[in-house]
């Protein structure tokens, strides 16, 4: 492995998917990582990341893509169905050709694609228990502080630290913004399997996004996403009280009963809610993405609403274009000095990933206030001929190749 003096060649904040997949990324490069995670273990909260084509990508790159393929369903079409009415108002096939191949997307469990990356890291790669408190600069070395008291020196730092990321506050990007609305997730589980087609089901309107995904023969994996109100105040104060809100939202529309059964199935610990916050795309234009020899990637990055269902794989973009662009300064690949090669290595990894942030961040928002508005006229408009369009952008947005490491 290619190693720098006696200070720590590189360090990732935060044993998330960014975390892990750049350290992965890094390590197929032949180059060293450390990474520190506050929690005493890998965390497994969010239940899934909903994987399209271009994650598929990336995995393919990192080399787990097969894996993870092995362990969960691909779905063969998206159902969008009104909550209004009960009509079915687009049906998208999710296997057909785009750029590159046949699209995919699967339903991937959180726990399964972290212990694959995991598995696939040299054995110390991970710290856990290890919270920065805080960063100082010693020429062109970073001093991290944790909050043990140790005190680590980093000659590159990598925030994959999440959305109220310490890396990028540092580096001086927007606080993430309330987007108004909030979400909830469930899982439940069938041990005798749960007898679904493997499709992607919407309900949108009435104020409120809903939709559910198999994982597997015998998990599905549900969301709803709504814009909270005065009324609703307290709901979110326990599992339960959630759950029997998510049920009263969906029996006062036309969703169907298997719909709601899956609801009642879950378990009280497995419905988590939280607001939805997102960067502005338009601070992003001119964000510090990398200064000197720091940068951010995933959440920390470009937080976004769960409209494109996106996060997670633009997280892995990210990962293998970090990879890329890193790792090849690291190895003197382009000559000069050390210190000038992360540099610019980093410059050019910003410089890809921008762009690419903006658009998603932006058309998420967007695709999240046409689906989820009760407005008649956004309604009349989204069902009648904006349904096809939404559909096919979620497949447009997952045409983009990160290419490989």
């Not at 969008?80 to 046949?102: F, N, P, R």
């Not at 991937?108 to 972290?114: K, M, N, P, Q, S």
């Not at 928002?365 to 006229?377: E, K, L, N, R, W």
Request: hydrophobic share 40%; net charge neutral.
């Amino acid at each position: 492995m290619q190693q720098m003096d006696n200070a720590e060649n590189i360090v990732i904040v935060g044993a998330g998917l960014a975390g892990l997949a750049t350290a992965l990324g890094l390590h197929r490069k032949g180059v060293r990582s450390l990474v520190l995670e506050s929690s005493p273990t890998l965390r497994a909260s969010g239940f899934t990341f909903t994987t399209w084509k271009n994650a598929f990508r990336a995995l393919d790159a990192l080399g787990v893509g097969d894996k993870i393929r092995k362990q969960h369903l691909q779905a063969k079409a998206l159902r969008v169905v009104s909550s209004s009415s009960g009509e079915i108002v687009q049906e998208q096939d999710l296997t057909v050709l785009g750029k590159g191949g046949a699209h995919e997307i699967r339903c991937v469990r959180r726990d399964l694609l972290l212990q694959a990356l995991e598995e696939e890291l040299p054995r110390g790669t991970i710290r856990f228990s290890s919270r920065i408190v805080s960063i100082e600069e010693d020429g062109d070395v970073k001093i991290l502080h944790l909050a043990d008291g140790d005190v680590l020196r980093a000659k590159v730092l990598v925030g994959c630290d999440g959305i109220n990321s310490m890396v990028a506050k540092w580096l001086g990007l927007a606080k993430p913004t309330d987007s108004g609305r909030s979400a909830a997730r469930g899982f439940a589980h069938y041990p005798d399997g749960h007898g679904f087609e493997h499709k992607f089901t919407q309900f949108i309107g009435n104020g409120f996004r809903s939709g559910m995904l198999p994982c597997n023969e015998t998990d599905i994996y549900w969301f709803f996403t709504w814009t909270p109100s005065k009324n609703d105040k307290g709901v979110d104060e326990s599992a339960d009280k959630m759950k029997q809100f998510v049920l009263a939202n969906l029996r006062s529309s036309k969703v169907p009963s298997e719909a709601l059964a899956v609801v009642e199935r879950s378990e009280m610990s497995d419905v988590l809610a939280a607001p939805l916050r997102f960067r502005s795309p338009l601070s992003l234009v001119t964000a510090s993405i990398s200064k000197g020899n720091v940068c951010v990637a995933g959440d920390a990055l470009h937080p976004m609403t769960p409209d494109l269902g996106q996060g997670g794989c633009s997280a892995l973009e990210d990962c293998v274009v970090l990879a890329r662009c890193l790792g090849e300064a690291v190895l003197g690949e382009g000559g000069g000095a050390e210190s000038e090669r992360i540099q610019a290595g980093l410059s050019e990894y910003a410089r890809i990933r921008r762009w690419r942030s903006v658009e998603l961040v932006a058309t998420s928002s967007a695709v999240g206030f046409i689906q989820q508005s009760d407005s008649a006229i956004v309604s009349f408009l989204r069902d009648k001929l904006l349904s096809g369009v939404l559909a096919r952008r979620l497949l447009k947005m997952a045409e983009y190749d990160c290419g490989t490491l």
